[in-house]
């Protein structure tokens, strides 16, 4: 491509939306253009790359034997009537009516659609497994659209849906998932982690995985270890502190001990405050917070120094929507007492106590009456301890639940996300099959999501520096970038147009940087588009040595024209 | 591919709702499944030929120089407001409101973003001319949805918008898109034709093309001439009668002449009847039919045997919505008579001549009064013929406007669409450039489509038997289809597994039935899905002769493994 022709507005400055380094490089680079909040075009730059990494996750799901259709963004309400998800989406799901008023959605996820399709076209055991896939415009009607690509309203997704026969066999497809994953990310040249993740409002039965590229600017956090594999997001991460607590002996508050005692504590409300008056440890106390979980109070009592994991609370309730902490006045009607002195003692709601905190002896903790605590509190003796779970979210330096390690945390953008669904929508929607025997089953389903419009931007987060993008070969724009110093020397024009033709001809996506500019304005463009390979045609053109330079290397060097052809080629042959 | 894992459900009946032979093909084949009235899903099959043709697409596309992007299916309500397409569109537009109540439109088509992506982009004559272009879902809600994915309601569109410097730019422009649309339906197989059409509701002030693939199907009927390229769609085409009046005298009925009469023709409301009665040709009469045109009323008059053609009145009448015929109380007001009887003599309404009638003589008219007509009523004399113009659809036999061919009719299905548009968007949305001389000036813009679902279903409408579809190989969802007689024979199962997998090596799509299934049942399976070249390996498999056999011809041939190979090499290099 000629960049005189070529559409590629770069700019000096992001406007002031664009809050983070990749999103203001997206627009600077003249990649991405918004139209409204959340919704973007594609400039011919960034679609080519969008376009690349889009063939990536092609090729690796043909190759793990997935099979490609393409199905409808509209999808009739109906079908999301009958998955009991049309309430569960809540306002993230965009809805319309056609004029004859009939209701549909824009498909924010398709599991609906491709169950009523295979329930549709499979009945035998003969036609299972199999795994569908498409790559697709997605919508999401987010609260907060931001960061560019990251959380869009409308966005390229690639989703897959896998049908079989029973649970060992989705074992085999997730795994083959999970290997496509680690391909496809990998070829994209991002560093990343594969985690455990909580299901969410996706539902599912088994296992679900997300592949985190890791970030400063991501919004999950990842737990690992610092010497085995393990690793999950924060809201599904467990420490080995529970494993240790099981060889305590749970409600030791049963010793013999002092009864529990109030004390005052005039404005005291945190933890911090009273652990600095007192002059001890916060994890001396524990904290009881009250939450809202369908139309019931419940309070969740942790270690003064640990945080609610709101997900594993949910869970451990069942519910499918979000919990939330209670309203100020119902804690206060609760606990009858100012916000900050809740505690578990003689609390008339359901009580759900951490298991570090059913294993301490005598705490200290509110009172249930303004500017008071308690200490000498025993757990079972004190507080009931028939909800004892993990409550908590882990923390660095926590024990590793496998090994001997300890857990770290880094922040990730979610660019995979693999699921076992299990029967949760073949049950719904009716997709079940004729065993060899006879016998009627539903069929055991898997989903796989990648962000193909994330991806694009996750990349850049990783990949620059001062001067721009700096694109890994494998989903850059173009390969090689042919800079003529002066377009106004012939020599160098007509070395700079061979070249331009040469590497066409072995396969390359060259651009050629023909217009009438300053040799600064080049090399500027240059390295804020990020293209891999550039190659400066300039006064020793005329002998036919031009200068290389690697866009993530600081290194030139000089090659004659047989050089740098084989050089670009060798460069090509990396990424196949 | 192997068949037995290939989702590809094919049928020995069409649902009832498949009405053409595509549209029954495409469902029994088991290329497409229909979700919602006009609302697909593309199986796999369906999906490898949509890719195929969208392929064709970019490349010719890609050859003429313009640049892909890719633009949002979400569109501000606001731009549509701008350049006053939201009422024009009508019901056909689809909306939406996000959760904050913003309105969005599902594009149709895209003239407002890219017209605003090239205004914020672009200001200097040096960028232009420029090309880009998409190929992207579309939305459209159709009174009627139909004929599978010729009418539906979502469907894939490439969609081009050019920008030059001046009218002449876009006509250099506007002829390279014509050829590209031009080697792209040849590439694909189809038999088609170029005509002149009209702007319809979409605008543009220069010419514009339909390219149509010729099928009995068609909605759309095509009028061109026997011996000349002259073609231009029905609503577009004039004939050569016009040219032959202008010789003639308008007006002729200032010659001396007995005054108009009227005479009794009672319960005689058609021509036909008239005709009939007075037995001479219906030629000899005028036809004077009333339409509601906005608000107004107006007369349009035409010859007796013609047909009125309401895009030439509208578009006479500088119109942007449809007109339609009055109804019967306002024809019976303004004509003080029963529906049937009106006449342009002393009628109060605008009346528009078609240039037929102003060159007649003496004619026959309705009264406006019940059960009378008129005869030697002079135009001119007795009817103003204060606008004359060509009103009238042309038929078959009249001359050629070019030349001294005669006029034929074919049906056909608009594939393609071409306009110059002018300025209509940029000036309303404000796309100027700074020429030259420092002076700014409107951009000169030219849009062109291609419906890429609608031509997979026109080839499947032009190319079948009895016995199914016969793909194009260049669009074939596989090139070649190899068919093992017996599976359960090793020596066929080793070569057709050989054959397998040397097709791939060369390049080719290959689809292998490993099934367990009867001959009969696969080679009706084979034909009904129609890829082009059918290798069946049967007994003579031992000797290394199969049987090769193109789903175009009855012929088949005997080839040794060498000949089958270089024989499917060949066929490869006729699609490049």
Request: aromatic share 8%; hydrophobic share 40%.
């Amino acid at each position: 491509m000629l960049q005189s022709k070529l559409l590629l507005p770069t700019l000096r400055e992001a406007p002031a939306e664009a809050e983070i380094i990749s999103h203001k490089l997206l627009i600077r680079a003249g990649l991405i253009r918004q139209l409204a909040s959340g919704v973007y075009t594609y400039l011919p730059l960034g679609y080519r790359t969008l376009r690349k990494v889009e063939a990536i996750v092609r090729e690796e799901m043909d190759k793990s034997g997935a099979q490609e259709l393409n199905m409808s963004v509209l999808q009739p309400i109906e079908l999301w009537r009958e998955s009991g998800r049309d309430s569960a989406y809540g306002p993230e799901l965009v809805r319309l009516k056609d004029r004859h008023e009939r209701e549909f959605v824009l498909g924010p996820t398709n599991e609906e659609v491709i169950t009523t399709v295979v329930k549709n076209e499979i009945k035998s055991y003969r036609k299972l497994p199999i795994n569908l896939y498409q790559i697709q415009t997605k919508f999401r009607d987010e609260r907060r659209p931001r960061f560019g690509l990251m959380r869009g309203r409308e966005f390229l997704m690639k989703d897959a849906y896998s049908f079989d026969l029973d649970w060992n066999g989705l074992d085999v497809t997730y795994r083959g998932m999970y290997d496509a994953y680690t391909n496809i990310f990998t070829r994209c040249g991002v560093r990343f982690r594969a985690v455990e993740a909580d299901a969410g409002a996706i539902g599912g039965e088994g296992g679900t995985h997300e592949f985190m590229v890791l970030a400063e600017i991501g919004e999950d956090t990842i737990i690992s270890c610092n010497q085995c594999s393990y690793a999950a997001n924060l809201e599904k991460a467990v420490s080995g502190v529970g494993k240790a607590l099981q060889s305590q002996q749970i409600g030791i508050g049963n010793q013999v001990s002092p009864a529990y005692e109030s004390f005052a504590t005039p404005n005291l409300k945190t933890i911090e405050q009273l652990a600095g008056q007192l002059g001890v440890d916060a994890s001396s106390f524990v904290k009881t917070l009250i939450y809202q979980a369908g139309n019931e109070l419940i309070a969740v009592v942790v270690r003064g120094d640990r945080d609610v994991n709101e997900v594993k609370v949910k869970n451990y309730l069942g519910l499918v929507e979000d919990i939330e902490l209670a309203s100020e006045s119902k804690v206060q009607a609760v606990t009858n007492a100012a916000v900050g002195f809740a505690g578990p003692v003689e609390l008339a709601i359901p009580i759900l106590v951490d298991q570090e905190v059913a294993a301490m002896g005598s705490v200290v903790c509110g009172a249930n009456q303004t500017d008071q605590h308690l200490r000498h509190v025993l757990p079972g003796r004190d507080f009931p301890l028939d909800r004892i779970g993990d409550f908590c979210n882990v923390r660095v330096g926590d024990p590793c639940p496998n090994c001997d390690g300890t857990l770290e945390a880094f922040k990730g953008i979610e660019v995979g996300h693999i699921f076992k669904l299990g029967t949760k929508y073949s049950e719904k929607l009716g997709a079940a099959y004729i065993d060899q025997d006879g016998q009627e089953k539903p069929m055991i389903m898997g989903c796989y999501g990648i962000g193909i419009s994330r991806v694009v931007q996750a990349v850049v987060e990783q990949n620059y520096d001062d001067n721009g993008i700096i694109w890994p070969l494998s989903i850059a724009p173009y390969h090689v970038h042919v800079i003529p110093v002066s377009m106004k020397d012939e020599t160098q024009r007509s070395v700079a147009n061979e070249l331009y033709q040469t590497f066409q001809d072995i396969g390359a996506d060259v651009l050629l940087d023909d217009r009438d500019e300053r040799p600064g304005v080049k090399f500027k463009d240059s390295d804020l588009i990020g293209i891999p390979i550039r190659i400066t045609v300039g006064k020793q053109a005329g002998e036919g040595i031009v200068e290389v330079k690697l866009r993530s290397e600081e290194d030139k060097q000089l090659m004659n024209l047989e050089e740098v052809v084989s050089f670009v080629k060798n460069q090509l042959a990396t990424i196949g």
